[in-house]
């Protein structure tokens, strides 16, 4: 009995059409939701690149190495912010903050390219440049963050 109010239910049909409504809702505004978590899930990512940048400059000073195979220690939070930030282009592919976190995306991956940049003569210094402009990245990263809220 379609379309038939019982005891002061709703029928079918307004159930129906309100979760219609409630599904369009949620629709509308998940994309709303998603750029609020977006500067905590960049400061994650930066946080995580440049802690594992600092820890990298730690072994070149104390001469220790990471073979190959125990160096995706390394690599992982470059995959995981490289996965975040192609999720968020296709988003919002024009934020600033979006370039400025691949510009500091790219600063980490040159830092841990390849595991031989610890037994480098240099290694200090070069770990040390390499930090201090991911540093600058994030930093930026972080400014035109503030800048678009």
Do not use: N
């Not at 079918?12 to 505004?29: T, Y």
């Not at 160096?71 to 024009?94: H, K, N, Q």
């Not at 991956?109 to 210094?125: E, G, N, Q």
């Amino acid at each position: 009995m379609e379309g038939v109010k019982v005891a002061g239910r709703p029928t079918a049909k307004a159930v129906s059409a309100l979760g219609w409504v409630l599904a369009w809702l949620v629709l509308a505004l998940a994309p709303g939701c998603y750029w609020q978590r977006y500067p905590r899930l960049v400061e994650t990512h930066l946080g995580l690149m440049v802690d594992y940048a600092a820890k990298l400059q730690g072994f070149a000073e104390d001469h220790v190495t990471v073979p190959a195979e125990r160096w995706g220690e390394f690599t992982y939070p470059l995959e995981r912010a490289r996965d975040f930030a192609r999720i968020v282009a296709s988003r919002y592919p024009s934020r600033r903050s979006l370039a400025a976190f691949d510009r500091a995306v790219a600063a980490y991956a040159a830092l841990v390219a390849d595991p031989a940049i610890l037994v480098r003569a240099d290694a200090v210094a070069e770990i040390a440049r390499g930090r201090a402009t991911l540093e600058e990245a994030a930093a930026a990263t972080r400014h035109e963050i503030d800048a678009e809220r």
